[in-house]
């Protein structure tokens, strides 16, 4: 992983990009186009194309190769755009549309350690109440 400035990003097409989100606890995730443009999920937008610059935020933006082909990933790309989906916490955020695009699944792993996170913290406190 690289953790690059913005501002001179050069992505490869199927790269990830993540940047740091609310507390920075979480990242935004998007995958790239290798012109440039990111393709993402916002709650505001749904699934989307935008620049890199506008997917930053002005935060910086770590590239992580994927080695994904790049002629899957922009056919992909073509058929989430064609068919936008609108963004949803639980079953289409950002990570399971960056999924869909890079593994042909929809997946969203930070989503499932907040998940297992909250279970493990609800059976700690029914262990130590009273």
């Not at 507390?23 to 935008?50: F, W």
């Not at 890199?52 to 899957?72: D, L, M, Q």
């Amino acid at each position: 992983m690289n953790i690059i400035p913005h501002t001179s990003i050069k992505p490869r097409i199927g790269d990830i990009l993540l940047r740091p989100k609310g507390l920075g606890i979480i990242n935004h995730v998007g995958v790239s186009d290798g012109n440039g443009h990111v393709v993402h999920n916002l709650p505001s937008k749904g699934e989307h194309i935008t620049t890199v610059e506008a997917f930053a935020e002005g935060k910086p933006v770590t590239v992580k190769s994927t080695g994904a082909n790049p002629h899957s990933v922009l056919a992909k790309m073509r058929q989430i755009l064609a068919h936008p989906k609108e963004y949803c916490l639980i079953s289409r955020n950002c990570e399971h549309t960056a999924s869909d695009i890079i593994q042909g699944k929809p997946r969203s792993e930070q989503l499932q350690a907040a998940i297992a996170m909250g279970i493990i913290g609800f059976f700690m406190y029914l262990a130590v109440r009273d």
